[in-house]
T-cell receptor
Framework: DADVTQTPRNRITKTGKRIMLECSQT?????MYWYRQDPGLGLRLIYY???????NKGEISDGYSVSRQAQAKFSLSLESAIPNQTALYFC???????????FGPGTRLTVT | AQKITQTQPGMFVQEKEAVTLDCTYD???????LFWYKQPSSGEMIFLIY??????QNATEGRYSLNFQKARKSANLVISASQLGDSAMYFC???????????FGTGTRLQVFP
């Protein structure tokens, strides 16, 4: 089984809908991250969490919220989806400072 | 502010040849790490190699090596003996002890032809 899983893998939703992307990990890492990837822009950090009680905004947090339900679970929500949130979303985990990050398989989200 | 720059949107290389993917970075931090990730067409992000700012020797992992030139703030990825399966997007990333986050470059698409 994969160490970092994301659900759903693909999602099409309409403008204005609330949507949640979920991430689970079995690596036992404290640190979890949400990124979005857009063509030509690389990966940009949305939110990150160093433990259950620690949530931090990343580079592009507007329009998103997160919840760290447990060490192993980190969810990303779009409260009211808009078309420019169409992107590939990645969850990642790491342990320790400047550690290698382990990525989930990605969620391809399309907002129509 | 920290920044990663990958100036090559696309690169072509013939199978079995070596190729260098460029990466320059900007930071005022003293302790940082440099990473390369591969993203094949299937979409997953695969860690390739890591170089710490205090490491004196260039990192190597199999056919991958990182040409680290600290004074020039460059961390180029060298792939030796390219294979068709090396065709993918390659991302350079940097993390620092101060921020404890990774920032990514915009990527280079490598295509290996027979």
């Amino acid at each position: 089984d994969a160490d970092v899983t994301q659900t759903p893998r693909n999602r099409i939703t309409k403008t204005g809908k609330r949507i949640m992307l979920e991430c689970s990990q079995t690596k036992g890492h404290d640190r979890m991250y949400w990124y979005r990837q857009d063509p030509g822009l690389g990966l940009r950090l949305i939110y990150y969490s160093f433990d259950v009680k620690d949530i931090n905004k990343g580079e592009i947090s507007d329009g998103y919220s997160v919840s760290r339900q447990a060490q192993a679970k980190f969810s990303l929500s779009l409260e009211s989806a808009i078309p420019n949130q169409t992107a590939l979303y990645f969850c990642a985990t790491s342990q320790g400072m400047i550690g290698e990050q382990y990525f989930g398989p990605g969620t391809r989200l399309t907002v129509t | 502010a920290q920044k990663i720059t990958q100036t090559q949107p696309g690169m072509f290389v013939q199978e079995k040849e070596a190729v260098t993917l460029d990466c320059t970075y900007d930071t005022s931090d003293q302790s940082y790490g440099l990473f390369w990730y591969k993203q094949p067409s299937s979409g997953e992000m695969i860690f390739l190699i890591y170089q710490g700012s205090y490491d004196e020797q260039n990192a190597t992992e199999g056919r991958y090596s990182l040409n680290f030139q600290k004074a020039r703030k460059s961390a180029n990825l060298v792939i030796s003996a390219s294979q068709l399966g090396d065709s993918a997007m390659y991302f350079c990333a940097m993390g620092s002890w101060d921020t404890d986050k990774l920032i990514f470059g915009t990527g280079t698409r490598l295509q290996v032809f027979p």
